[in-house]
């Protein structure tokens, strides 16, 4: 009965719309006011200030600081310039060439929302002005977008792993053929866009040429300390050379070294404003995290989570059957709420009972935060629908209804990584 009176009060609060941070305390207290279950509050207390004092958990709020460095310092267009260089004479290329670009930077900032506000704010421009439709090109940037949440390092996972104790480091080699293979699956329907609609060649034309005149040599020249950051944060927590907080730490200096001094691009009076931007970020994203502890040890004493096991066990019984109905529950999830409070709350309470039924941790942990991340293209609240809205001065339902194709394209490539684990698995397998 505690158990289900938390769920109660937590969903209704939900539904009524009620910050999901204040909604995890109603539901933390609900039981222990009304049936002295599931701790005190001192208890309560307690746990909220243990989870929020993680060493882990200092990852995410640098990350997001080296991500917000790196899109002032115009990370975004060196690298974009970078792809177009070998892809943007060829059909669909300079679309393709955008999402290259996200998947790249994506291994730079670690947020969706962030990966589509650093390159679509140079991209949605860019092609509208080579004739392109801004509303189309706005779409392409909101899922692509997405990709910055599932190339690592991501956010979402480093939650993942707090919240289950899986290693981050598995979980961001999980993350790499999974981006890929989507990275591929939208590049595909990109360029059947583009054969399908034409592009202007003349326009195309001109600006290739003005980047070739450059020289592939200064091309790799001016991008090279760009392409170099995420091999240095990667390979440093691959080599077990650093942890994975210990590399966030390391991407914001690298930001701000190649940023002030490299590429000059950034003055040391921006370094506040930006410090403040990122606090405002993760300020929302901290109390949550801070009180999911909390909540999920209500959970356990109320025995909640053993009630969701049991629940699982008694009505499915295969892997295939479990990650079918959880990436259903999860599509639908990310379309009305936030990546990184959906992964804090639910992984740990379903974890338990998937692996029962034989699925990888890590798998799980990946086909999750894929469904999540179709929702920050999905309307009502998907928030990269606004951000690139925002940028092409379009509605967030008219950049929707272009982005459908390409969140079935998404689709089906979570598909195909929700029944093929090895995609999840193999890297870290590999490396063990």
């Known amino acids: 009965m505690a158990a289900l009176l938390v769920f109660v009060v937590f969903l209704v609060s939900i539904a009524v719309s009620i910050p999901i941070g204040i909604s995890m305390i109603l539901g933390s207290i609900a039981p222990i006011l009304t049936m002295h279950s599931g701790g005190s509050i001192v208890q309560l207390l307690n746990n909220t200030f243990s989870g929020a004092n993680s060493t882990p958990i200092l990852a995410v709020p640098l990350f997001i600081l080296g991500g917000v460095i790196m899109a002032k310092g115009g990370i975004s267009r060196k690298l974009f310039n970078f792809f177009a260089f070998f892809a943007g004479r060829f059909t669909g290329g300079l679309p393709c060439a955008v999402i290259m670009t996200c998947l790249f930077y994506g291994a730079i900032s670690g947020s969706g929302p962030a990966t589509t506000a650093a390159v679509g704010a140079m991209c949605v421009p860019f092609l509208a002005d080579l004739g392109y439709d801004k509303t189309w090109s706005a779409a392409l940037i909101s899922v692509a977008g997405g990709l910055g949440v599932i190339i690592p390092p991501s956010i979402p996972f480093v939650l993942y792993s707090l919240a289950t104790g899986v290693s981050t480091g598995d979980l961001f080699l999980g993350g790499v053929f999974p981006g890929i293979l989507i990275g591929v699956a939208l590049m595909i329907y990109a360029w059947y866009y583009c054969h399908k609609h034409g592009e202007d060649k003349e326009k195309i034309k001109v600006r290739m040429d003005e980047l070739s005149s450059r020289g592939i040599g200064n091309l790799f020249k001016d991008s090279f300390w760009a392409l170099l950051c995420p091999v240095i944060v990667l390979g440093g927590i691959y080599?077990?050379?650093?942890?994975?907080?210990?590399?966030?730490?390391?991407?914001?200096?690298?930001?701000?070294?190649?940023?002030?001094?490299?590429?000059?691009?950034?003055?040391?009076?921006?370094?506040?404003?930006?410090?403040?931007?990122?606090?405002?970020?993760?300020?929302?994203?901290?109390?949550?995290?801070a009180f999911a502890t909390a909540f999920g040890r209500v959970l356990s004493l109320?025995?909640?989570?053993?009630?969701?096991?049991?629940?699982?066990?008694?009505?499915?019984?295969?892997?295939?059957?479990?990650?079918?109905?959880?990436?259903?529950?999860?599509?639908?999830?990310?379309?009305?709420?936030?990546?990184?409070?959906?992964?804090?709350?639910?992984?740990?309470?379903?974890?338990?009972?998937?692996?029962?039924?034989?699925?990888?941790p890590v798998h799980l942990g990946v086909v999750l935060v894929c469904c999540l991340s179709i929702?920050?293209?999905?309307?009502?609240?998907?928030?990269?629908?606004?951000?690139?809205?925002?940028?092409?001065?379009?509605?967030?339902?008219?950049?929707?209804?272009?982005?459908?194709?390409f969140i079935i394209a998404f689709t089906i490539s979570l598909f195909m990584i929700t029944y093929i684990p090895w995609l999840s698995t193999y890297l870290p397998s590999l490396l063990k």
């Open 375 to 405: 929702g920050l293209a999905t309307p009502p609240f998907g928030l990269d629908l606004f951000v690139a809205g925002n940028i092409a001065q379009k509605q967030p339902m008219e950049v929707a209804k272009k982005a459908v194709p």
């Open 239 to 289: 080599t077990g050379w650093v942890t994975p907080t210990e590399a966030a730490t390391v991407s914001v200096f690298y930001a701000i070294i190649v940023s002030l001094f490299i590429y000059k691009t950034m003055k040391i009076s921006e370094l506040l404003p930006m410090l403040r931007e990122s606090v405002k970020t993760y300020g929302g994203l901290a109390f949550v995290l």
């Open 302 to 360: 109320t025995r909640a989570t053993r009630a969701v096991e049991t629940f699982i066990l008694g009505n499915f019984h295969s892997a295939f059957s479990v990650l079918t109905v959880l990436v259903i529950i999860f599509f639908l999830l990310g379309m009305v709420m936030d990546t990184g409070p959906a992964i804090i709350i639910l992984s740990p309470v379903l974890l338990p009972a998937c692996v029962k039924l034989g699925v990888d």
